[in-house]
């Protein structure tokens, strides 16, 4: 099954792999961000909206990259049909 697996990953064409690349790549950067808040928050704990801002942006980042992963695969499989 993880054989399977990886041959897929690797059997992505060029076009969706660099869309889903981008994609993971945005999400980095907003789990970046998420990270920056989460550390404003620990300096200087003034009020819980810096603390809620770097939970959401981070849960939003895996979000946004499990999403681009899963489509990838999805829009792959579609194309290779069609």
């Known amino acids: 099954m993880i054989k399977n697996f990886i041959t897929n990953v690797k059997n992505i064409e060029k076009d969706v792999l660099k869309i889903m690349f981008k994609g993971l790549r945005f ?3 907003v789990c970046i961000i998420s990270g920056i808040f989460s550390l404003l928050y620990i300096i ?3 009020s819980h909206i810096l603390y809620d801002s770097g939970i959401i942006l981070f849960k ?5 990259a499990v999403t681009f992963f899963i489509c990838a695969f999805a ?5 290779k049909i069609f």
């Open 44 to 46: 200087n704990p003034i």
């Open 75 to 79: 829009i792959d499989k579609i194309k």
């Open 27 to 29: 999400s980095l950067i």
């Open 60 to 64: 939003t980042g895996l979000t946004f």
